[in-house]
DNA sequence: AAAAAAAGTTAGACTAGCCTTACATTATTA
DNA sequence: TAATAATGTAAGGCTAGTCTAACTTTTTTT
């Protein structure tokens, strides 16, 4: 069990925002990372100081930046956190996809391991075997709100 | 449709605390609330005074706390979520109380009433009609993990 | 009813995360 | 290649939420 730097639930965010990045085209800018985050690239330069503190990116001033393997996979946990509580949160709840991601990127920092592979154990297994549950649930629901 | 007067998840946590004081005793003090947010004396005076500012509770100086009626709306519904999601988590994943408690606590703030409506209907229909899927699901769960 | 204890408040300090403005570096383009 | 544009950094300011320490008010005890 190796020990996690304690960063922020905001550090996540920007630590997500790098991952994207990176995965996409090989290495994050300044730039990105604001836009993606909305937020102002001063505030952005603070930021990547403090993940290299924690260690989990490679930065220099004006280089481009790059995840450390420590980055890596604290990064693909959040993102991972992130598609499984949006899978969860569309294709069970029927919840629209704006509101999922947005959902999603706010509890992604409060969920911890356990409960998000139960999540992902239970979503796959509704979907694998009561795929009428789920039609029945949204008539249901639907029932309700009408 | 009323306006909710905007207040951060750390006031939301002091609303929910008093909320619960109210409940049991009819009225909070400062002590209680401290203890149940794990926060100094200090710290209530403050919150106390945005709460009243915003205009979700009564409150004077040495006085006992009381819930205005927008401040026990807004206090019930953020206890609803708390719950909802605690049962969620506790008798659909099969979360232990524990961690259940936490994640609700955290989870509350960033979870919105449409998501919420379909949660307490999804778990109610799986509860009255399903209980075989819970069943299977937590053996499939523990082989995974075993 | 006076003293002591408990509870509450105030003021000042600190941190995280944001912004803005001015400046520095790098990239583009004329 | 020199000027311009784009990007990035640094410094200083702001707010929310926390703490501590000193002080006030209320409650309890003797």
Redesign the pocket.
Known sequence: MKKKHS?????E??LEAIFFAVTRRGA???????ES??????????????LQKAGYIN???????TLTEEGMKRASSIAHKHQVLKNFFTDILGIGQDIADKAACRVEHNVGDELVDRLVCFTEMIQSESTDLIEKFKQEYDNIVA
Chains 1, 2 share one sequence.
Request: glycine fraction near 6%; aromatic fraction near 8%.
């Open positions: 960063i922020s639930a905001s550090m965010d920007y994050a800018q300044a730039k990105d990372i604001a985050l909305n937020v102002k690239a001063g505030t952005v330069t603070g930021a990547l100081q403090n930065y220099a001033p004006y280089q481009l930046i």
